[in-house]
């Protein structure tokens, strides 16, 4: 799984897209990644894009192990988390990931689009 990151300053928002086959220790590397930047603090809101991710052999286990890992991150905090999740399979997944995840601190929330994502993280929506 390859990532790219970009933290734009004025929105305060770091944007993560995800890219190729899910991976556990990838999306570990991931959370190592933005609660050790010195960039932008460890509790920064994110958007994160699964557009170009491949969820086709993921399930609930998988989705578990996603869970644990953030538990991991407590820097984490009180963040918000957009993830953008474009086709059915996506948007589903998705939604499930969101309600198994709703005892962590961070809210979360899916979008089709990042618009809508930016405007819900500004408080917009």
Avoid: C
């Avoid at 991976?23 to 509790?43: C, G, Q």
């Avoid at 809101?45 to 491949?54: F, T």
């Amino acid at each position: 799984m390859n990532t790219t990151y970009a933290y734009d300053k004025e929105k305060n928002i770091l944007y993560v897209d995800l890219q190729g086959e899910a991976s556990l220790a990838a999306f570990d590397n991931v959370m190592k990644r933005i609660t050790l930047s010195s960039e932008y603090p460890p509790d920064i809101d994110s958007i994160w894009s699964l557009h170009n991710l491949d969820l086709s052999s993921l399930g609930s286990n998988f989705e578990r192990s996603l869970i644990y890992i953030r538990k991991t991150y407590p820097e984490r905090g009180e963040a918000k988390i957009a993830i953008i999740s474009i086709g059915d399979l996506a948007y589903g997944l998705s939604n499930m990931y969101k309600t198994m995840s709703k005892n962590l601190p961070q809210t979360m929330a899916i979008f089709r689009n990042q618009f809508e994502a930016e405007e819900w993280i500004q408080g917009n929506l």
